[in-house]
Structures are given as C-alpha cells and as structure tokens.
C-alpha cells in the first residue's frame, strides 16, 4: 500500500459562499434549559394533536390492508391527500384539483424542486427584502444570483419590483406574501393583483410561499396571490402542514401550473423518488376524520395571546427609538434597534442572560442591516414570555 497523502477533491462549486443557515447553528446553542428561547420558529409542540395524529397512523396501519402504504408509491403523492388539501385550498379561495398538486417533504422541498426545474446557474431570483433564510440558501446552491427588491412594512413595493423586472431580468420572484418569515409582514390585496399583474406582463415566475396563512389572529383573510387575475400560469404556490399539524410529518405541498407539473415531477423522481408513503397516508386519514379548521382556530387563540404577550411587553423592554411589527398572524416579530447597534454582538449578552434572539443579518440578500432581529412568539406560555421579555430588557441595558 502506497503511503502518499493523497488529497481529496474539492467540494462542489455550488457550495462556495453559501453559509449554514446561523439559525439553526444557533439552534444548537441553546440547548440549555434555562434558556429561553425566541429563536427558533416552532410550533408549540404541547399544541400538537398527539392523539388524533396517533389515531390516523393506527387507522392506516392496523389492517392488512396497510401494508399499501408501506410501499413504494407514485411519486406525485397520495391521491385521497391530494384531494383532501384541494378542497381545503378550494374553499379558502384559491380553486385547485388533485392534479394540481405535487406532494412534497415539506415546503422546503418545493423549494429545492423549483430551483432545479426552473434556475440554471446565473439565473436571478428576486426576492422581498429581507426574506426567508433557507429559500436564500436554495437558490445560491442552484447557482442563482438573488437581486433584493426595496419592500416595507407593506411587503415588496410593486414599483421597485417593476424596475428590477426590467434591469435584472429574474426568472423567478419569491414572495411569503403573507406573515411573512423574518417579519410578520402581509401583502395588501392592491399589491398582490400588481404583482400577479407584472408577472403576467414579463413572463416571470411567482413563487408564493405561505406556510403561515391560516395562523390569523386578527383582520379578514388576505386572498392568495395565485388567486389573482393573470396569476394562473404564473404562480407556483406552496403550503404545509408544518404549522398547522405538526413539522415532523415533513408534508407539503406544490401547487403549479399544469405546463411545469412534469418538470417539479422528474425533479422529484430524482429527489427522493416520493415522500414518504406511510406519512402521506396518515395525514390523509387525519384530515378525514379530524377538524383541522377547529384544530387551526385552537392554535390561533393560543399563539394570539403569545403574540400579545409579546408585543405588550416591548414598550418596556426596547429602548426608545426602536421599532417592531405587530403582526396579524404567524410567528414573528421584526425589531429594529435604534444607533449602531450590531445584533449579532448582542445575541451573546442576551444568551449571558439565558435569553435568545435571531440576529437580522442573515435574512437579507443585499446589505443587511445589523441593527435587526427576529422574535419568535409561538413556542413559549405568555408567563414565559413576560420572564423572557424581561431578560432581553436587562441584555438591552
Ligand atoms: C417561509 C418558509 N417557507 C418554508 C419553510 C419550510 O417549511 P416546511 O417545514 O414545510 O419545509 C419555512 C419554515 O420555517 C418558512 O418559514
């Protein structure tokens, strides 16, 4: 045997520049229990249906029958699933069919199935600014370079995106139009028909991610952007039962026009050839027998009163000068902080006093501003929060 040190070869191009997500690096971190946390976006798991999700994986496995869903299985998904968040999405406004819908391992799959469907490396993504980490990552690892477009409390201003449309040329633009991950924020109705209007105009694609739409605490539902005049062979809209079931089912879904459902298919093929069969058809037999509506409107009423908690406590925590949504629905709440403040720096001081945050940063494809940080209000009590609220006061000192 030689003894030579022989080097090995170098990791692939796509990986250069595109950094771990520091979220969930952070998320290691704080595996002390003292630590109370506002990093993470998770759910609230004591709000899981644990019995009526055990109920559904006993119903498929108990019979011969069963063993079907132990098997390899078509890689489009489960019919009677397909059919069931069809309707779900049909009566929340947006008409879809089973065929539709491309079953997918969370929405974070869709994401990666449309980067390689629809991104040659070089291709430009526009994106709201700032906007969700892990689609950041998906499109660098695809070779796309992303072009942030001015957005505000409102969401993407449709006149900056117009002109991004015109000196950039994107292929795609990525939208969380509502409650938007890091910030809260809700795309107006206007915006969205200029939006779905503009994108009809330069033959681009819409991706509109909505894991958070039916997590409403407050106002009358926005409609989705895939329900706007011109949106039909425009939008590729992705939903999950993540937030309203539980993350670890690892269930989404791809709804897209009918001239791409072939491409996200072969994407998928290539993937994972399905998503897991055993998973699809419990989640098919819950949505039967349960109300998930019911099981929804109960996780509203919790995370609404968190989400009060939370934002009560800020005029008392921030120092004068800072800002912060309040937002309808969802998970978040985006702070600035006034002067130069440096977010990342201060997460260490915060972590001192067993308190933790999401530093901005990251969440921004141009240059990001450090005075920023995410709130994550769903996954403590409102006595936790209040405590937690009180730490950050005393880091912010
Ligand atoms: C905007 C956005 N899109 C997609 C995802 C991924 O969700 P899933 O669990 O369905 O893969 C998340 C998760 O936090 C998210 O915030």
Same mark, same amino acid.
């Given at each position: ?29 704080l595996d002390r229990p003292e630590v109370i946390s506002f990093a993470g976006g998770l759910p609230a798991p004591e709000l899981f249906d644990l019995a009526g999700l ?17 098997? /390899?299985?078509?890689?489009? =998904? ?27 391992? %969370? ?24 906007? /969700? ?9 695809? =070779? ?10 409102? %969401? ?7 002109? @991004? ?8 633009? /990525? ?8 910030? %809260? ?16 105009r330069h033959g681009v694609w819409v991706v509109e991610d909505d894991p958070y739409g039916e997590l409403r605490y407050r106002g009358a539902a926005v409609p989705p ?77 919790? /995370? ?25 629905? %969802? ?9 130069? @403040? ?56």
């Amino acid at each position: 045997m030689s003894s030579a040190v022989v080097s090995t070869p170098p990791l692939a191009q796509r990986l250069r520049g595109v950094a771990g997500s520091p979220v969930r690096d952070l998320l290691a971190l704080l595996d002390r229990p003292e630590v109370i946390s506002f990093a993470g976006g998770l759910p609230a798991p004591e709000l899981f249906d644990l019995a009526g999700l055990r109920t559904a994986f006993d119903a498929v496995l108990s019979t011969d029958a069963g063993r079907r869903h132990l098997q /390899y299985a078509p890689t489009e =998904g489960n019919r009677d699933l397909r059919t069931l968040v069809a309707a779900r999405m049909t009566a929340a406004g947006l008409g879809t069919t089973a065929e539709d819908l491309l079953v997918t391992t %969370g929405s974070q799959q869709a994401l990666t199935l449309i980067a390689t469907a629809l991104l040659d490396p070089g291709a430009v993504v526009a994106v709201e600014e700032p906007t /969700y980490l892990a689609a950041l990552q998906t499109f660098a690892l695809a =070779g796309a370079r992303v072009v942030p477009v001015r957005s505000d409390d409102d %969401g993407i201003d449709p006149a900056a995106l117009a002109d @991004v449309l015109v000196r950039e040329r994107p292929t795609l633009v /990525y939208l969380v139009p509502t409650f938007a991950n890091p910030t %809260g924020r809700t795309l107006p109705v206007e915006r969205r028909a200029a939006v779905a209007e503009l994108a009809a105009r330069h033959g681009v694609w819409v991706v509109e991610d909505d894991p958070y739409g039916e997590l409403r605490y407050r106002g009358a539902a926005v409609p989705p952007l895939a329900a706007q005049p011109g949106a039909e062979d425009r939008v590729l809209h992705l939903g999950s039962f993540s937030k309203v079931a539980a993350p670890g089912l690892r269930l989404g879904w791809l709804r897209a026009p009918a001239g791409l459902m072939r491409a996200l298919t072969v994407a998928k093929q290539a993937a994972d050839l399905h998503t897991s069969t055993i998973d699809q058809a419990a989640a098919a037999a819950y949505l039967a027998a349960v109300d998930l509506d019911g099981h929804v409107r109960g996780l509203c009423d919790a /995370y609404r009163e968190r989400r009060d908690a939370m934002v009560g406590a800020l005029p008392g925590v921030l120092p004068a000068g800072s800002t912060w949504s309040d937002p309808d629905g %969802g998970m978040f709440v985006w702070v600035r902080l006034p002067g130069d @403040v440096d977010t990342t720096e201060l997460l260490r001081t915060a972590l001192a006093h067993d308190v933790a945050f999401v530093p901005g940063a990251p969440f921004f494809a141009g240059t990001p501003d450090r005075a920023t940080l995410r709130l994550s209000f769903t996954t403590n009590a409102p006595d936790r929060i209040a405590e937690g609220m009180a730490r950050l006061g005393r880091a912010l000192r």
